[in-house]
Nanobody
Framework: QVQLVESGGDLVQAGGSLRLSCAAS????????MGWYRQAPGKQRELVAS???????NYSDSVKGRFTISRDNAKNTLYLQMSSLKPEDTANYYC??????????WGQGTQVTVSS
């Protein structure tokens, strides 16, 4: 059983940057895919960015060009570098990991608040 712990959320002004981290209690090297999701109050959880075993990345249109996802298998950590933040990026950000058998792990979330 792998546990995921997010960190790095904060209150930041519009135009600022943050880096989120997701530390896993075990190896992430074998995860088929990992990703960051976010959920704003009153809205559904949405995929922000994902990275697969071959490090192919995918981004939602709303963050493309501003966010960068990466994984460090040696440190068992997933990252999300966020820049040019907008108030609409305000949400609780969750780390997700999926095995080849489609079993999913979730973290507890880290809050990102962007003030205008």
């Amino acid at each position: 059983q792998v546990q995921l712990v997010e960190s790095g959320g904060d209150l930041v002004q519009a135009g600022g940057s943050l880096r989120l981290s997701c530390a896993a209690s075990g190896s992430i090297a074998s995860f088929y895919a990992m990703g960051w999701y976010r959920q704003a109050p009153g809205k559904q959880r949405e995929l922000v960015a994902s990275i697969d075993y071959w490090r192919t990345t995918n981004y939602s249109d709303s963050v493309k060009g501003r966010f960068t996802i990466s994984r460090d298998n040696a440190k068992n950590t997933l990252y999300l570098q966020m820049s040019s933040l907008k108030p609409e990026d305000t949400a609780n950000y969750y780390c997700n990991a999926r095995t080849v058998l489609n079993y999913e792990y979730w973290g507890q979330g880290t809050q990102v608040t962007v003030s205008s």
